[in-house]
């Protein structure tokens, strides 16, 4: 069965704290993605990754970075969170050379609220 | 650019009820892929089914089936007699072959409310 887990549901922090959201997948997926997700927004790509070590930008990367040294492992890392990096955080995974051609699974996501 | 649109915003319809989400989606490429996701209010997003552009044959799982139509451009899905545990909101999303910067392309969701 499919699993991608995140590391927290639900997360409290303060403006200006550095924030980590960890990502684990066990599919052995070549690809992984961070979307953020506001109302009236939609979901919008933060960053995403296509190999160790490889990543790319998505539509709002500003504010954010990633990481991902080991293939079954992708985070998130806010460097000094604001308010309006409040949102919900989902976290996906898929396999293949294409990164966005093939199906993507996603994680139960983490609610963040900046304070 | 690639785009979907999800017309309906709110369906709400009581429970046996047939209903019907639209997607209508927009791209250049002769070769793209479409996508259904469930977001239940536990807010996981559900991979419900995934279809090439090559692949026209409508498809039907239990209750659930998908009318792919690209004259139309569209890829609407139907729930048959529907039930409360299909409350989510349900997102039609569009990939091209070439990728690149325009990604997955998901639509803004469709919230359907099924009353008992």
């Known amino acids: 069965d499919v699993k991608v887990t995140q590391s927290s549901r639900y997360l409290v922090k303060r403006t200006g704290e550095k924030v980590f959201l960890e990502c684990v997948q066990d599919?052995?997926?070549?690809?992984m993605f961070w979307y953020r997700q506001d109302p009236g927004l939609g979901l919008r790509l933060i960053y995403f990754?296509?190999?160790?070590?490889m990543k790319e930008k998505g539509d709002i990367p500003e504010g954010y970075s990633v990481s991902r040294e080991k293939k079954e492992r992708f985070s998130l890392i806010l460097e000094s969170a604001s308010t309006n990096q409040t949102s919900m955080y989902l976290c996906?995974?898929?396999w293949g050379s294409g990164a966005f051609q093939e199906t993507q699974y996603f994680g139960p996501g983490t609610r963040l609220l900046v304070l | 650019a690639q785009k979907v649109t999800q017309a309906q915003t709110e369906i709400s319809v009581v429970e046996k009820e047939d209903v019907t989400l639209d997607c209508v989606y927009e791209?250049?490429?002769?070769?793209?892929?479409l996508f259904w996701y469930k977001q239940p209010p536990s807010g996981e997003l559900v991979f419900l089914i995934r279809?090439?552009?090559?692949?026209?044959q409508n498809e039907i799982s239990g209750r659930y089936s998908w009318n792919f139509q690209k004259s139309t451009s569209s890829f609407n899905f139907t729930i048959t007699a529907s039930q409360v545990v299909d409350s989510a909101v349900y997102f039609c999303?569009?990939?091209?072959?070439?990728?690149?910067?325009?990604?997955?392309?998901f639509g803004k969701g469709t919230h359907l409310i099924i009353q008992p």
């Open positions: 791209t250049r490429d002769t070769t793209y892929y």
């Open positions: 599919m052995d997926h070549e690809n």
């Open positions: 279809r090439n552009s090559f692949d026209e």
């Open positions: 996906a995974s898929s």
């Open positions: 999303a569009l990939s091209e072959e070439g990728g690149g910067a325009d990604g997955l392309t």
């Open positions: 990754s296509y190999d160790v070590k």
